[in-house]
C-alpha cells in the first residue's frame, strides 16, 4: 500500500477581485497590513465574515527583518518570506484589500465604526487594531540631518551599501544584535554602542556575535551614549560618544545603525476613547478585547509584554474569532474536515434556535 502525500500549497487557490466597497457595512474592518493582521484576514476570511484590510506597508516590519528562525513550522526563512506566505494564505479568501492610509475612525449614530482614508469612508461592525510600531529615534543632534545619509532603522535595507567599511549598531536588545549580525556580512567592522552594562540577545545570537567578535568583526562599546551624529559632505562621518573609546570621545564611521525599540502607533485608537497604558500601548485583554466593544488590538501595538511573529498572530487570530463572536452572537458552528473538503467556499452555519419543547403552549 503506497503512502499518500500530502501537497504544499503557498499560494491563494482562488482568484478574487479583493475590491472595497464604501456602500456595504463590513463585519470586521482590519488595519495594518503587516503579519498581524494578514493572519487576523486570514481567519475572519476563513469564518466568513466581509473583511476589508486598509493598511501602508503590506508585510509590516517583518519585512525587514534579514532572518526569522523563531516561527514555529520554519527552521529558517527570511522576514519577506514569511509576511509573503501569510499574506498568500489570507488572500486565498473573499476579502477585500485597500493600500492606503486611514486618516480617522469613529463612531456614528448606528453605532457603527466609521473608517476614514484621505478619499474613501467605509463602515463596519467591528474592529481589529494591528498597526504596528514605528521605530523609537536617539533624539540627538545630527539624526534627523543625516537620515537616509548614513543614519538608518533596517539593516537588511541599507547594509548592502556599506561592504568594507565601518559602522555603528545602537541597541543592546536581540534585534539589535542580529541587526549586527547582518551588517557584519558587508561592513568592515560593527560597533554595537549600548547604554547598559552588556547585551542581552537570546542565547544562540550571543553566541553567533561572541564568534564575531573573535573575528574582529563586532566590537562591543557598553555603558555608553552616542550624544551627537556627525556629517561630513552631507554624510555620516562619526559619532561622539559620552565617555571616551579607546583614548576619545568620536569614532570615524561611515553609517549609523539604530535599534533601540518601537513606538505603538495607537494614536488613532485613542481618539476614539480607546484606552492605552504609559508607554502608548492599546490595553487588551486575553480576548484582544479592548474597552471599546467591538473594537480589538493585536500586535506590537497591544501592551502584552512578550512580542514577536507569532504571539501578535497568535492575538490577531484571537480577535478574529472574538470578532466573530461579537458580530454573530456565538452562533458559529465550525465546519468539520469532511465539510471543507466537500466545499472549500463553506458557509458559516448558523445555529437556528428552536423553541422548547417543554416550553408551555399559550
Known amino acids: 500500500m503506497t503512502e499518500k502525500k500530502s501537497t504544499l500549497i503557498e499560494t491563494p487557490r482562488e482568484k478574487y477581485d479583493f475590491v472595497p466597497d464604501e456602500k456595504i457595512c463590513y463585519d ?34 517583518i519585512t525587514q527583518t534579514h532572518v526569522v528562525e523563531n516561527y514555529p513550522g520554519f527552521i529558517s526563512l527570511s522576514g519577506p518570506e514569511l509576511a509573503q506566505k501569510v499574506e498568500n494564505h489570507a488572500r486565498d ?51 534627523k540631518e543625516l537620515e537616509n545619509k548614513g543614519v538608518s532603522y533596517c539593516a537588511l535595507c541599507d547594509g548592502p551599501l556599506y561592504k568594507g567599511k565601518e559602522v555603528a549598531m545602537v541597541g543592546g536588545s536581540d534585534s539589535a544584535v542580529k541587526e549586527s549580525l547582518l551588517l557584519s556580512e558587508y561592513a568592515n567592522k560593527v560597533y554595537i554602542i549600548y547604554r547598559g552594562e552588556k ?7 550571543l553566541k ?29 562621518s562619526s559619532v561622539v560618544l559620552d565617555k571616551p573609546f579607546e583614548g576619545k570621545t568620536e569614532l570615524s564611521l561611515y553609517g549609523v545603525f539604530v535599534a533601540i525599540g518601537h513606538i505603538p502607533l495607537s494614536d488613532l485608537a485613542k481618539e476614539i476613547g480607546v484606552k492605552i ?26 501592551d502584552t509584554s512578550f512580542k ?3 504571539t501578535g498572530v497568535g492575538e490577531g487570530v484571537a480577535a478574529a474569532y472574538n470578532a466573530y463572536e461579537y458580530v454573530n452572537k456565538g452562533n458559529y458552528v465550525m465546519p468539520t474536515n469532511s465539510e471543507m473538503n466537500e466545499n472549500k467556499k463553506i458557509t458559516p452555519l448558523i445555529r437556528t434556535k428552536t423553541k422548547s419543547k417543554t416550553a408551555k403552549k399559550k
Open 28 to 61: 470586521v474592518i482590519i488595519i495594518g497590513t503587516g503579519i498581524v493582521g494578514w493572519s487576523a484576514a486570514m481567519y475572519t476570511g476563513r469564518l466568513g465574515l466581509k473583511t476589508l484590510i486598509i493598511g501602508e506597508m503590506p508585510g509590516g516590519t
Open 93 to 143: 479568501y473573499d476579502i477585500d484589500i485597500l493600500l492606503g492610509k486611514v486618516e480617522k475612525i469613529e463612531k456614528n449614530k448606528s453605532n457603527l465604526f466609521v473608517v476614514l482614508t484621505k478619499k474613501q469612508k467605509f463602515n463596519s461592525k467591528t474592529i481589529i487594531y494591528a498597526t504596528g510600531s514605528k521605530w523609537k529615534k536617539l533624539g540627538v543632534p545630527g539624526e
Open 199 to 205: 547585551v542581552h540577545p537570546e542565547p544562540i545570537n
Open 208 to 236: 553567533r556575535m561572541e564568534e564575531k567578535v573573535e573575528q574582529g568583526k563586532i566590537e562591543v562599546i557598553n555603558n555608553t551614549n552616542i550624544t551627537e551624529i556627525k556629517g561630513s559632505d552631507g554624510f555620516v
Open 277 to 302: 497604558n504609559a508607554k502608548g500601548e492599546i490595553i487588551i485583554d486575553r480576548k484582544a478585547q479592548t474597552n471599546v466593544p467591538g473594537f480589538y488590538a493585536s500586535g506590537d501595538v497591544a
Open 308 to 310: 514577536q511573529a507569532i
